[in-house]
């Protein structure tokens, strides 16, 4: 079945910097990559996803890279400020009937 | 347009007691996933519901179950708690017509058994 890996677990930047998150997945079947900030004690919120006929989308600060070929998709903030702060899920998807498969998670720490 | 929302917000029960956590889809969504969410963890998919009928189902016991009623809202049954039933239950909706599974959730419900 699928698996999403997602690295890393942990990312600490300094406000302002960029922060990067990578996911890798193993079904090739797979067509749609949400990615999902968590703040704490609440549900995860959707904050941008790509689906697998689109190499890269963009919101404001926030873009979304995906690389079929090599089965990766990443998740780009710019310009970060203390309210990205959050932990982050990337996960994977065959269909509205399918579910999703998620990656671990990643703690984002922005620095002031 | 109102979004997911779930109730209780939080539940304190005993173990051995039987517990039902309720969820209304977004408007305009007729499928519900539930999934539990451990702390420090990301979401496990518990089940989902379609048609009133549940479609898919991940590796939960059958102290697990749900129901999902004709106006798409949904329930959450757990019997027989255990204390590692501890967590954060989220409901998600989407639309099952969407070519994508675009899952929207809720602020889920932190159910602690002591």
């Known amino acids: 079945g699928e698996n999403v890996e997602q690295h890393p677990s942990t990312l600490s930047v300094q406000e302002g910097d960029s922060a990067v998150i990578k996911c890798t997945y193993s079904d090739s079947a797979s067509n749609y990559f949400p990615w999902y900030k968590q703040e704490l004690g609440k549900g995860p919120q959707l904050i941008i996803d790509?689906?697998?006929n689109v190499g890269e989308k963009k919101d404001q600060r926030i873009a979304v890279t995906l690389n079929k070929t090599a089965k990766h998709f990443s998740l780009h903030i710019t310009e970060t400020q203390p309210e990205d702060s959050a932990v982050y899920f990337c996960a994977a998807s065959k269909g509205s009937n399918y579910q999703l498969i998620w990656g671990a998670g990643t703690k984002l720490i922005i620095k002031p | 347009d109102a979004g997911v929302t779930q109730s209780p917000t939080h539940l304190i029960k005993t173990r051995g007691q039987q517990v039902t956590l309720r969820c209304s889809p977004k408007?305009?969504?007729?499928?519900v996933s539930w999934y539990q969410q451990a702390l420090g963890q990301g979401p496990q998919f518990i089940f989902q519901y379609y048609e009133e009928e549940e479609r898919q189902r991940g590796n939960f016991p059958d102290r697990f179950s749900g129901h999902q009623f004709p106006n798409y809202s949904s329930e959450l049954n757990v019997n027989a708690l255990l204390l590692g039933d501890s967590a954060l239950y989220l409901c998600?909706?989407?639309?099952?017509?969407?070519?994508?599974?675009?899952?929207?959730f809720g602020p889920g419900t932190r159910l602690t058994v002591l």
């Open positions: 790509i689906r697998s």
């Open positions: 408007s305009g969504h007729d499928t």
């Open positions: 998600a909706s989407s639309l099952d017509a969407a070519a994508y599974n675009e899952q929207f």
